[in-house]
């Protein structure tokens, strides 16, 4: 089955401490993104990657990072989590072949974090 | 810069009724745009899209028409179900290949009530 894997589903932590919630997508596609998501709000993209070893801030990249080692992987960390990180999070993928300007992005079913 | 505005919820409805949730858009290009749905628990699935004007995305009983004149891409569905119940997203992307330029909506919260 064709589908993007987020672990964690739910997390709660201290501020300061590192945390990595890990992405990982089994349909061979190139473009990979972080969103969180919070009321009112939306989504807000965090970081996103066109492919293997590129990696480009989103609108909202404070405080993360990613990495991009291999194609299906795309983890996203928390250096020194703070309480204003505490969200929804979301991962998602896309195929960038042919009019992949277009094509659907398939999202992971989310990631609950808690920041106390 | 490109947003996009949805109209502000909750929405709640009874089974068969008649939605409308309205998304208008503000982009400098030519965007195509899209909606994604958000099942309780689960992350966003694209709904419908629309990639030119006057196009008519359709999908599950769900319309939407790319509306240039008014800058907007209102989606209906003329009878709801129990099951529809979700979080409803309006999206655009900009026809310039740049990965970044996917821009959400804030999200309507629709309750279909049986």
């Known amino acids: 089955e064709a589908q993007v894997t987020q672990n964690p589903r739910y997390l709660i932590t201290v501020t300061g401490k590192k945390l990595t919630v890990t992405c990982s997508q089994n349909?061979?596609?190139?473009?990979m993104s972080w969103y969180r998501q919070d009321p009112g709000l939306g989504l807000r993209q965090i970081y996103y990657s066109m492919n293997v070893e590129v990696t480009d801030k989103g609108d909202v990249p404070e405080g993360y990072k990613v990495s991009r080692k291999e194609k299906r992987n795309f983890p996203l960390i928390l250096e020194s989590p703070s309480p204003n990180q505490t969200s929804l999070y979301f991962c998602a993928s896309r195929d960038e072949s042919g009019q992949g300007w277009n094509s659907p992005l398939h999202f992971g079913n989310g990631t609950r974090l808690t920041v106390t | 810069g490109n947003s996009v505005t949805q109209m502000e919820g909750p929405v709640t409805l009874s089974e068969e009724a008649f939605l409308t949730i309205n998304c208008t858009y503000t982009?400098?290009?030519?965007?195509?745009l899209f909606w994604y749905v958000q099942y309780p628990g689960e992350g966003l699935q694209l709904l419908l899209k629309?990639?030119?004007?006057?196009d008519k995305g359709s999908n599950k009983g769900f319309e939407a028409t790319y509306r240039k004149e008014t800058t907007s891409f209102h989606l209906e569905k003329g009878s709801v179900q129990v099951s529809d119940s979700a979080v409803y997203f309006c999206?655009?992307?900009?026809?310039?290949?740049?990965?970044?330029?996917?821009?959400f909506g804030s999200g309507t919260q629709l309750t279909v009530l049986p």
């Open positions: 999206a655009l992307r900009l026809n310039s290949g740049s990965a970044r330029q996917l821009t």
């Open positions: 349909m061979n596609h190139e473009y």
């Open positions: 629309a990639t030119k004007a006057d």
């Open positions: 982009a400098t290009g030519y965007p195509s």
